[in-house]
């Protein structure tokens, strides 16, 4: 029974097919369920730091299920999100019931389509990182597995990271920061890549010139198919959905740092340089993405077996809860800064 808990992943699609199925308030239901019914469990079923042993850790990191779950995601979001298009298309619906469909599409694209999508990216064979891909497509952030993946795990808690918020830095300003920073470095790490394999910046290889033929056809299928509303609810859903991942993005790593030792060179990547989550709910909703100590210390894991770090600073809240707490900047600040590492506050004020 305990390996098919992740199954509680699909609580969010569920979520957001109550949306496209409803009208009126009921629009929001994928709202409800994310940001009310899930911080509220997380309550209620606390928080779980035990580690697996070695054999389970053995046994569980080559069990197909766990790879089957994250693969169900793609037919899943595809689908989901066809029948929302569909939706928009065919119902008149009032301003505030467009923004629950919209708001209720980007949870899920945010949830079981990026969170997975990244967990997927990190995977060596070709067919995973694929459906990695497939499903950045319809969050129009494709080049973000290029950033993460190149970008963003090595240089992670320095100023050079475009995902790592400042500390005292609003949520508001690191989704300008983030997202137009980490837009750039794609490009710049895409160029270093094809260097490396010899080859020209104008080559078939360059897979950010695809990224950018592949969304704009995929915007165009959804015009065609589902005309404009179908369109702007397309946008809408995407640009949400990379808006939660900001949002992710900056509770994961908020003012943490890591800092040059005297060969000029930053310290190793270490537990403590992310912020730690093990609320049981929200670890098996995101696969395991709260342990996110443990995934940037040895980011070749699967989420099945990550560990709990005793030295990871650790959130006082759960993902759900804590994204919507960085919305109100005051709020956020007089919550977390106290939880921030005394000696990294020390040293970014000398610094």
């Known amino acids: 029974m305990r390996d098919v808990k992740y199954l509680f992943a699909y609580t969010i699609p569920l979520s957001a097919f109550a949306s496209f199925a409803s009208t009126g308030i009921w629009t929001y239901s994928a709202v409800f369920y994310a940001f009310l019914v899930l911080p509220i469990l997380d309550v209620v079923t606390g928080e779980k730091t035990e580690n697996l042993k ?22 899943i979001v595809f689908g989901l999100l066809a029948y929302g298009l569909h939706k928009v298309q065919t119902v008149e619906f009032a301003t505030y019931e467009w923004v629950g469909l919209a ?18 990216g990190h995977r060596k064979p070709l067919a995973e990182r694929l459906m990695s891909k497939l499903l950045y497509m319809p969050c129009l ?10 970008g963003h795990h090595l240089h992670v808690a320095t100023p050079e990271d475009p995902a ?53 056809a995929y915007l165009l299928g959804v015009y065609m198919l589902f005309g404009m509303t179908g369109l702007l609810f397309a946008l809408a859903v ?49 696969y395991e993405l709260t ?22 600073p650790t959130l006082p809240l759960g993902y759900p809860a804590s994204i919507l707490l960085s919305l109100a900047p005051p709020l956020w600040f007089w919550i977390m800064n106290p939880h921030v590492p005394q000696e990294m506050k020390q040293r970014l004020a000398h610094d």
């Open 103 to 120: 708001l209720s599409g980007g949870i899920l694209l945010a949830t079981n389509g990026i969170n997975v999508a990244h967990e997927l």
């Open 238 to 286: 995407g640009v949400i959905a990379f808006l939660f991942l900001e949002c992710i993005n900056y509770i994961e790593h908020y003012g943490l740092r890591r800092f040059k030792t005297e060969s000029g060179r930053y310290e190793i990547v270490k537990p403590y340089h992310s912020w730690n989550s093990n609320f049981n709910i929200g670890r098996i909703t995101l």
């Open 141 to 150: 952030y494709m080049h973000f597995f290029i950033e993460h993946n190149y």
């Open 54 to 75: 070695e054999d389970d850790v053995a046994y569980k990191k080559t069990k197909w299920i766990f790879d089957a779950m994250l693969y169900l995601n793609v037919p």
């Open 164 to 216: 790592t918020a400042r500390y005292n830095q609003t949520v508001y300003s690191f989704w300008f920061t983030s997202v137009t920073r980490q837009y750039v470095s794609a490009w710049k790490l895409q160029s270093q890549l094809l260097k490396r394999q010899g080859r020209r910046f104008l080559s078939v290889k360059n897979d950010m010139f695809w990224y950018h033929l592949i969304q704009p």
């Open 291 to 312: 342990r996110h100590s443990d995934h940037h210390f040895r980011s070749t894991k699967k989420y099945q077996v990550l560990d709990s770090h005793q030295e990871s």
